[in-house]
């Protein structure tokens, strides 16, 4: 059973950045796909970024584009989302979530399609 925790949210000014991370436990991020998910307050959980389990595929919502950065270290067992040029409207809790996938270039966007889930770090930016 694959267990995620999330690290390094905060309050940040607009324009400013964070990191986030996720740590994996009891299974490796090398035959994982990977995502990223947000819930602004009163909203839906909505998609972030998401990776292949080699890294050669990703991909980003409109609103993060150009933005967000989703990565993953295997030897640390760890990934990540960069956030540059924060705005207000990117206040919310931050998910990070996997899912095992047999091939190396599989993505989704689709929450229901992934396995395991952090807990949640709020991300709050302030104008």
């Known amino acids: 059973q694959v267990q995620l925790v999330e690290s390094g949210g905060g309050l940040v000014q607009a324009g400013g950045s964070l990191r986030l991370s996720c740590l994996a436990s009891g299974g490796s991020l090398s035959n994982h796909a990977m995502g990223w998910f947000r819930q602004p307050p009163g909203k839906e959980r909505e998609f972030v970024a998401a990776?292949?389990?080699?890294?050669?595929?990703?991909e980003y919502a409109d609103s993060v584009k150009g933005r967000f950065t989703i990565s993953s270290d295997h030897v640390k067992n760890t990934m990540r989302l960069e956030m540059k040029s924060l705005k207000p409207e990117d206040t919310a809790v931050y998910y990070c979530a996997t899912v095992r996938a047999d091939s190396q270039y599989y993505t989704s966007r689709d929450y229901s399609q992934y396995d395991y889930w952090g807990q949640g770090t709020q991300v709050t930016v302030s104008s």
């Open positions: 990776s292949s389990r080699n890294g050669a595929t990703t």
